[in-house]
């Protein structure tokens, strides 16, 4: 079998964190009803003149600055001509000469650098509705702000294309530019792959890959071809450039259509926006956005508070776990103890709510209150996580909570004596084995007095109450 390497590029669609459009004031809102969220404007009427969104622009700069590009300061726009049935003026307004910014590069936690070629704006078209005999389009997205951001071919394997998706996806939340949700369309991603024999500098025929609704989904695909592509080329046949779908009920790419040719968009100067020049303040004002990054701040978790890579992975996988987690170490100063339960308790519920982080109404100081009720012993493991169940999407307040719930741990030997000697008389099974030898066997009166206590009990001095009693 030959030896080949890979050589993977991606372009990434990313929806700016706008309320309006690019070119009108209709609402970007991505619950409305269908066909709601339109006008003349992003319909594309006749006589209508679209007014750029300064919002965008100064989100669009952001992400420039964070992933390290030179910014043109000329702001041209030029209109990209095609026909789609989704996209209503039959072009649309974008970048393409004068990009905002070029020549960036991304970071990946291997180490590795991958550059990035170009970060430019435009506008989003429709979306199609495919039915069995009919089809429907939703113009809601047309005029939608994106910035699409496009890599060197520097990506060498699927997983490091998966790195680099995960990557830009923190830094572009971090930043406060793009929700970055695949699911409802705010982060898309093409890949273009091709293989080429080891260590030449010719590259091979580019296969682009479409339909990738997922990271793993987007590696999935790769890999797909990367097997399907050195096969072709093992046996002596031919890669053709083409546009492939990825089928992941399937787990393989099918053929979309042929690309021998490169399509003519006959790209011209959007006559209805004027040129015009960013001044240094706005870029200026948007460095502040990004002085730290998932990376810088990943670095100062594990040397600041001391724990561990793996926690501080979960911690940094999301900015509003990294904000909570700093919020509630400023008020209870016990940073191992606040991840611990972040990452177990707390992620527990929140994984359980449909639309996550956002049902969280729990303060991070309240929040920090019960690990430091835990941690002090006024609750245990079942009572604390029954205090946070109660006030996670509420925020109640948490001592009226342990009180109205009569949940303050009982730790007295006084109150729970009578209760260790009930349980060994209610348990003689137990009992024998403990007495015999099975250390493990004292587990199960703990879970006896437990019970008894409504899991109110300290267990540490209940399992010390049983062991003083059963020697005696």
């Not at 690019?22 to 992003?42: L, M």
């Given at each position: 079998?030959?030896?080949?390497?890979?050589?993977?590029?991606?372009?990434?669609?990313?929806?700016?964190?706008?309320?309006?459009?690019?070119?009108?004031?209709?609402?970007?809102?991505?619950?409305?009803?269908?066909?709601?969220?339109?006008?003349?404007?992003?319909?594309?009427?006749?006589?209508?003149?679209?007014?750029?969104?300064?919002?965008?622009?100064?989100?669009?700069?952001?992400?420039?600055?964070?992933?390290?590009?030179?910014?043109?300061?000329?702001?041209?726009?030029?209109?990209?001509?095609?026909?789609?049935?989704?996209?209503?003026?039959?072009?649309?307004?974008?970048?393409?000469?004068?990009?905002?910014?070029?020549?960036?590069?991304?970071?990946?936690?291997?180490?590795?650098?991958?550059?990035?070629?170009?970060?430019?704006?435009?506008?989003?078209?429709?979306?199609?509705?495919?039915?069995?005999?009919?089809?429907?389009?939703?113009?809601?997205?047309?005029?939608?702000?994106?910035?699409?951001?496009?890599?060197?071919?520097?990506?060498?394997?699927?997983?490091?294309?998966?790195?680099?998706?995960?990557?830009?996806?923190?830094?572009?939340?971090?930043?406060?530019?793009?929700?970055?949700?695949?699911?409802?369309?705010?982060?898309?991603?093409?890949?273009?792959?091709?293989?080429?024999?080891?260590?030449?500098?010719?590259?091979?025929?580019?296969?682009?890959?479409?339909?990738?609704?997922?990271?793993?989904?987007?590696?999935?695909?790769?890999?797909?071809?990367?097997?399907?592509?050195?096969?072709?080329?093992?046996?002596?046949?031919?890669?053709?450039?083409?546009?492939?779908?990825?089928d992941a009920d399937r787990q393989k790419t099918e053929v979309m259509r042929s690309k021998e040719e490169a399509h003519d968009y006959r790209y011209f100067p959007e006559p209805d926006l004027l040129d015009f020049f960013v001044e240094e303040e706005f870029i200026e004002?948007?460095?502040?956005?990004?002085?730290?990054?998932?990376?810088?701040?990943?670095?100062?978790?594990?040397?600041?508070?001391?724990?561990?890579?793996?926690?501080?992975?979960?911690?940094?996988s999301e900015k509003f776990l990294a904000d909570y987690f700093e919020e509630a170490v400023k008020e209870f100063n016990e940073p191992k103890k606040i991840c611990n339960f972040i990452i177990g308790p707390f992620l527990e519920q929140v994984n359980a709510f449909p639309?996550?982080?956002?049902?969280?109404?729990?303060?991070?100081?309240?929040?920090?209150?019960?690990?430091?009720?835990?941690?002090?012993?006024?609750?245990?493991?079942?009572?604390?996580?029954?205090?946070?169940?109660?006030?996670?999407?509420?925020?109640?307040?948490?001592?009226?909570?342990?009180?109205?719930?009569?949940?303050?741990?009982?730790?007295?030997?006084?109150?729970?004596?009578?209760?260790?000697?009930?349980?060994?008389?209610?348990?003689?099974?137990?009992?024998?084995?403990?007495?015999?030898?099975?250390?493990?066997?004292?587990?199960?009166?703990?879970?006896?007095?437990?019970?008894?206590?409504?899991?109110?009990?300290?267990?540490?001095?209940?399992?010390?109450?049983?062991?003083?009693?059963?020697?005696?």
């Open positions: 079998m030959q030896e080949f390497d890979t050589v993977i590029g991606l372009e990434v669609h990313v929806q700016l964190n706008t309320n309006s459009k690019i070119f009108c004031s209709c609402s970007t809102k991505f619950e409305n009803p269908a066909n709601s969220n339109i006008c003349p404007v992003c319909c594309g009427y006749p006589g209508v003149l679209p007014v750029f969104n300064k919002q965008a622009l100064l989100l669009a700069i952001r992400v420039a600055l964070a992933l390290n590009c030179k910014i043109n300061k000329k702001i041209y726009f030029e209109r990209k001509n095609y026909f789609y049935p989704d996209l209503p003026k039959n072009y649309q307004i974008s970048q393409y000469k004068m990009p905002l910014g070029e020549g960036g590069a991304l970071s990946l936690p291997t180490e590795k650098t991958i550059g990035i070629t170009r970060v430019h704006l435009e506008e989003d078209a429709g979306k199609l509705i495919h039915k069995e005999n009919y089809s429907l389009v939703d113009l809601n997205r047309t005029g939608t702000p994106l910035l699409e951001i496009v890599s060197n071919p520097d990506i060498t394997s699927p997983q490091d294309a998966f790195d680099y998706l995960s990557s830009l996806k923190l830094i572009l939340q971090y930043i406060g530019a793009s929700e970055c949700n695949m699911e409802k369309g705010s982060l898309r991603c093409d890949a273009n792959i091709s293989l080429k024999n080891k260590g030449a500098s010719t590259l091979g025929v580019k296969v682009e890959l479409k339909n990738m609704n997922t990271f793993k989904g987007v590696r999935d695909a790769l890999e797909y071809e990367v097997t399907r592509q050195s096969k072709t080329l093992d046996e002596g046949g031919k890669i053709f450039q083409e546009t492939r779908l990825w004002n948007e460095k502040q956005f990004v002085k730290e990054l998932p990376q810088d701040r990943h670095k100062r978790f594990l040397s600041q508070y001391k724990l561990q890579a793996l926690d501080v992975d979960v911690l940094i639309d996550r982080f956002q049902s969280v109404k729990l303060s991070a100081k309240n929040f920090s209150k019960i690990v430091k009720y835990f941690s002090n012993g006024l609750l245990n493991n079942l009572t604390a996580k029954k205090v946070l169940v109660l006030c996670i999407s509420n925020n109640s307040d948490i001592d009226e909570i342990i009180k109205n719930e009569g949940l303050s741990q009982v730790s007295g030997e006084a109150e729970l004596s009578g209760l260790v000697l009930e349980a060994i008389k209610e348990s003689p099974k137990a009992v024998k084995e403990y007495t015999e030898g099975k250390s493990q066997a004292i587990m199960f009166l703990v879970g006896a007095v437990m019970k008894k206590t409504k899991g109110k009990a300290n267990p540490k001095v209940v399992k010390e109450l049983l062991e003083k009693t059963l020697k005696r």
